[in-house]
């Protein structure tokens, strides 16, 4: 049978990962919210240690191969969790990965920039690279062309993975599969869902997820979770990459002007920054649910559902299914301060 989404299946991809993830219900902190909670287990993609990343690099890493390249670039934050995969993607198809940390948080610990994702980058041989700045992707994105250059140069075949949006958002495409993935599993369930909640940083899965229902008639709103720009940069960021992949679909129209909805309300004081709504949302999944998040990325996310549940957008007994998108390894570079909070924190 034919699927709307059957132009996907043109665009080059290498299996990188585990899917279907598993789909769980929350049996413990759905109730606690209120709502009847699904978490779609991104976090369990599989390749040295998951998260969405994984889905978004398998196209990146179809079309570096696709063009013989031997060398992949990425740039990120110190703890990205893109440039950890990407590092572990090359060591498994057998190339070389040079990734670039930008500057883009500040007041950070030690173990910031010695554990978590950069320790497994260092573990995973990647040449590691720095950039003095943490919020101008198109700089950072001549930076790295800068460096192909000289790599071909040297007789290497670079490919660089862009942050900022190009024409053909290949990364979202791996989240246009994972919609597919989610609503199967929920017909299977016999369930359907009211909503859907993620972080939206990139924009990669959370245009893809809403390009990819739309395009296969699930109409639940989607709601994205500010975790790096306010909800006017961010709301115009989605749309943008939304856009470019109805053109990369050939879904012309199908651009979703009016379809995009994210909230700032827990963004405060800023990327890779935490404040009590992101810490109440990691101690309630942990205690409720055994369910760790991370601080930069589905900690917040789970504070702005929460934040949805309280104020209303998300009625009390819907049915939700939350992304968790992974980031785990963040979890011990934020140890510093993570661990004073903890000792304080009441056991429930
Ligand atoms: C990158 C990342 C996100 C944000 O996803 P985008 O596709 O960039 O919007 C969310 N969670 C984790 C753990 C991430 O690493």
Redesign the pocket.
Known sequence: MSSPLDVVARFPRVRLGHAPTPLEPARNLGPALGIELWIKRDDCTGLALG???VR?LEFHFGEARSRGADTVLVTGAVQS??VRVAAAAARRLDMTAHIQLEDRVDDTGELYRTSGNLLLDRMLGATLHTFPVGEDEGAADQAMERRAAALAAEGRKPYVVHSAPGPVPL?ALGYVLAAEEIKVQAREIGIGFDAAVT????????AGLLAGWRALGEWMPVLGIC?RRDAIRQAARVTEVVCALARALRREGACGEGDVEVSDAVLSPGYGKLNDAVREAMALAAHHEGLLL?PV??GRAMAGLIHHVRTGRIAAGSRVVFIH???LPALFAYGESLGPWLSEAPTR
């Open positions: 998260g969405n990343k978004q969790n893109l990364g972080a939206s940083g990139s924009a990669l899965t959370h975790v991370d990325y589905t998108t992974g980031g």
